[in-house]
């Protein structure tokens, strides 16, 4: 049994609290009691595992319907994620996804509400963003990151929990929300130590609960006063000076009682200068395993009157922070398997455009050559991946090649309906090709499935600026969630200069073939320009800056890997096409 193994702490976790329910495979959380069909909006959140009680020891009367918990610092997967959906809502249903602004859970938890609004069939799901680290300024965050959710995202549970008990509306609930997660009402920032013989050493204001370097960096100190004063300095940035507020002071998991007690002591001496304190709440709400550290959060009383009341209001869940009922007096909990679970399958769609024998014809050979130059080139791939990257870019896509090629030769692809076609390689991607490629190709494959899913309004046959209009859609869905933009060194720099080749193939009227053709130059040179740009996106950002970085010997492998395909692309169309 390995200590760091998700499910075992998950199954102690249910082993010595009741009311829950462990779905295994998935490693997933939900509570036991509620019907799916009881009119409630069922809030679901998740990350990686390592910084319990959170999400897992939310989940219960007054907060939340479900917590995902993927390995430690890792997003959990899509499947998991709908799997914990269906757990607890069904399809006419309503829930809102609470998810902390990381790049791997934005784009996991956005696939996830994707497939399952567009290909399950689910009414009504949301998702609601929270980052509210206050560390790094406005200015100095790219977009494409964002500001790091921290532990603030609990006091959004609590609240919101409160709301989706007392059966308020999806509506409601998710515009209060959205409210209460924007700058003004809710902000956090935290610090990180060692302590040596009485002395904080290693001081690290704004570190990340994922390990990641801090912000600023202070010099030994006997004691907290220059740190809160910074800190103190920080939060009023963001939520107005005198407002009335409550704070949410944030053992990080291995800080000792008795210092959150001598720091609490001296951060209620500073900041009533400062704020109108109506509360404090102290413990460990969010760990980073047992990083010494503290955050403190604050929430602006003044966005509603009503926020203690929710925040008041009883829970019963495993974690005692905000209160509870006796653990012993609920159902003991239990462990579900996925195999009792009905499949998931895509919904049916009677209206979803149909291409005939020779669309269908024309989809299976793209599809193969797509997937063949892909695999053909994973050496070189992995090769360009590994001046900035991992290493692992060929592989990956490859992985994800292959498995869609095995549908294709089984028959398995309905070709003759290219939304629904899009939305199966979609799944296929999410379910097995893994990294931020999977979820991006994902993504793109959903939106562009989304233009196909109802005819034409000209009703006329599918045409290339149907595939312009559609490739468009995919496009802004990937900036949906990934908040990359032009210029950041990803896949999206060629996808978007051959979406405006294409634009302008098709209004000057060229044939198909021309068309295509242009696409396909403009992905292969918007990819090559790509070695000239410094990333602003993924890990590779990590990797270089302006002021410190040597000339790229090699092009974006996501960027290129585009240009691969878009040229088989337009190879297989010329041996379908005849004009």
Known sequence: MALSDVGNSLQGLILSHGGLQLLKER????????????????????????????????????????????????????????????????KDG?????????????????IALELARATYGFRDVRMLLVGEDC??????????????????????????????????????IYKFGKGLASDGNLTTIGFTFELKEGILEN???????HGEPGVYKMQASNDFNEIIEFIIGKLITNVPKSSEVVLLVNNLGGTSEFLMG???DCLAKKIDASYNVKRIYCGAYLTSLDQAGISVTVLNLGYSPKLLDYLNYEVNVPSTLFGFQSRF???????????????????????????????????????????????SCTAMLNTIDKELGDGDTGSTIAKGAE?????????????????????????????????????????????VASTFMTPPEDNQHISVKHWSEALKAGNDTIVKYAFTELGDRTMLDPLREGEERLRQSIAQDLPVLACVESFTKGCEEAARATQDMVPKSGRAAYSASVENSKPNSFPDPGAHAVSIWARALLEACKQVIVE
């Open 203 to 209: 001081i690290e204001i704004g570190k990340g609960i």
């Open 94 to 110: 309503s829930a809102i996804f609470i998810v902390k602004n990381y790049t791997g859970d934005r784009l996991n938890f956005g």
């Open 262 to 264: 001598v720091f609490i």
């Open 27 to 90: 490693n997933c959380i939900t509570r036991l009691e509620p019907a799916l069909k009881d009119g409630k909006v069922k809030l679901i959140s998740g990350g990686g595992s390592g910084h319990e009680p959170a999400h897992a020891g939310y989940v219960g009367q007054g907060m939340l319907a479900g917590a995902v918990c993927g390995d430690v610092f890792s997003s959990p997967s899509v499947t998991a994620i709908l799997d914990c959906l269906r757990t607890v809502c069904d």
């Open 135 to 172: 560390s790094i300024e406005d200015r100095n965050v790219r977009k494409s990151v964002g500001k790091r959710g921290l532990a603030g995202v609990v006091l959004v549970h609590k609240v919101l929990g409160a709301m989706a008990e007392m059966g308020l509306s999806i509506e409601e």
């Open 403 to 447: 498995s869609i090629l095995k549908h294709l030769i089984a028959n398995k692809l309905d070709l003759k309906h290219p939304g629904i076609m899009l939305q199966q390689i979609s799944v296929i991607l999410q379910q097995d090709m893994g990294g931020s490629s999977g979820a991006l190709y994902s993504l793109l494959l959903q939106g």
């Open 329 to 375: 007096n609920k159902l003991p909990s239990k462990v579900i398997k996925v195999g009792t679970l009905q499949p998931m399958k895509i919904q049916p769609n009677s209206t979803a455009c149909e291409i005939g024998e020779f669309g269908a014809k024309l989809a299976k050979t793209i599809v193969h050559y797509v997937c063949e130059a892909l695999i």
